[in-house]
């Protein structure tokens, strides 16, 4: 996604109007890029930074500046205030790399606006806290150990199993339970189906064919832009017919839909990101994302299906530089998903 930043002089001076004035004025000078003397300004300033650049950092400012304002602390960059920035983001939940990405902000204003400070102080800071940030950031690889395909397709046809149990006070279904038996189905079709978010989210009733077991995703939802059929195991079909056929009706689907919200909207691919993050940490104490089921996926392929070389490759459909590959892909990746699932059902 592209985004304009306005790089006019006047866009400029409104990114730091609530600064002091001989801050604001340093920016402004170091930023204006008619400025024939740009190359001796201090490092990091003037004609080499980006527009967003230059509007992240000088917005990371002016939260500092608005903090010290209401701590009753001066209005300048020091070891105080930026003190009371960590503390207002860790206050808001803000993450460690991103209270990171804050201290280098500032570091790089203070490079422009006070460029005779020594700013050691603050680059030390900064690379403290980026070696904790490391430190605590969860491996790919520790997902995947702690959660396995296997009991991602468990909790997502037990939750489905679950509320077709459960005694209903009404002939339709409170959207709670609706709204469980779509995550779970969510959970079950994804790690069989391991598709990116995009695709799982505009997937529609007609490219389900309860008949031949077989979803089709098309060419425009999916990153290679190439169309995509998958089987669909034997155990799902009845879940699915179920939330076709008599779910989506009861609660007013729109149209095709196929994932809805309260009263039949459309779900988006955020309500099911966030619906699917809950419900794993919940009972899988792993938040997983649906990239993360594609590499479960992945992992089980490899591990079970050995004897099909591009097995993961396959089931996920990632493009190869070995153009002797191609005619190999649409065939194997069917194989494989059919072997994939029978080992996993």
Partial sequence: MNIHIDASPAAIAAGCRTWPEHQQAAWIAAHDVRNEFDDLLSDGAGRSWKPVTRYTVARVYTRLLAIADAEDLSPELSPATVRALIGDAQMRGCRLSTIVGYVWALFRVGRVIAPDDDFSWLAAAGRRLQTEAERHTPRKSA???????????????????????????????????????????????GIVVPERRRALAALRCPAIDLEAAMVRFAAVDRKTATAADYPLPPALLPFLSTWIHDILPAHGAQDDTFWIGKRGRPAGAPALYAAMRKMTAQKLSVSLSPHRLRDLAATFAVERIPEIPIAAQSVLDHRSADMTRRYQRTASQILAGRRYQAAID
Wanted: net charge negative; charged share 15%; with cysteine.
């Fill in 143 to 189: 997902t995947l150990k702690q959660v396995s395909a296997e009991e991602v397709w468990a909790l997502g046809i037990g939750t489905m199993t679950d509320c077709l149990s459960a005694p209903q006070p009404h002939t339709v279904w409170s959207w709670r339970c609706v709204q469980t038996y779509r995550d779970g189905l969510y959970l079950a079709l």
